[in-house]
């Protein structure tokens, strides 16, 4: 119990220091909007141009901003394209349904049928009534 009082006052500690303003204002300038200004004195080397460089090319050329948006249209994607594919998954269950009641409306009842030795194999009699008798 001891060890966990410490690491929480520490972490307490941890915490107000980083609001401190010196804290604060690096950690701010490091999330700020990725415009450098330009190079000027000893920054401006052939380094730093290149590395500038780099980043432009990287933003112009990378479609952050197509993702989100695609992101964003996530749920009318998936709704456009699931719902029609449910329902025609619907309407084909539903006729494949009819179309197997239609087949068995022309065979005659199960009592003219006639029984042959491989049909109704029993190995095991079933818990229930005689044995032989299925739940349908």
Known sequence: MFPQRSLLRASQ??????????????????????????????????????????????????????????????RLTSASVTIPCLIIAGVNAWALWNEHWEHEAHMPPLEERPEYPYMNIRTKKFPWGDGDKTLL
């Open 13 to 74: 500690r941890v915490g107000a220091s980083i609001h401190t303003p010196a804290i604060r204002t690096n950690i701010q300038r490091r999330l700020a909007s990725s415009n450098t200004p330009p190079l000027t004195g000893a920054a401006d080397n052939a380094f730093n141009r290149e590395r500038q460089a780099v980043k432009a090319h990287a933003a112009a050329t990378s479609v952050p901003h197509r993702i989100r948006l695609l992101w964003r249209d996530e």
